[in-house]
């Protein structure tokens, strides 16, 4: 599992469905829970960015 999941495919599936439903949430929810929904997958979306960029080879 550890080798699993720093793996680019997965961090890219991580951001772009955690970062789809956050934006969702809101407009199939209501209340708290759609605030509460939509910052849970919006920080694992930003953790997932974070990570993909972290990873960037540098330009020589």
Avoid at 9 to 24: D, E, R, S
Avoid at 25 to 47: C, E, F, I, S
């Amino acid at each position: 599992m550890k080798r699993f999941l720093p793996s680019r495919a997965v961090l890219w599936f991580l951001f772009l469905f955690n970062l789809g439903v956050a934006v969702v949430a809101p407009l199939a929810l209501d209340g708290a829970q759609a605030v509460m929904t939509a910052a849970g997958m919006g920080v694992v979306a930003l953790g997932a960015g974070v990570a993909l960029l972290r990873d960037t080879p540098e330009s020589a």
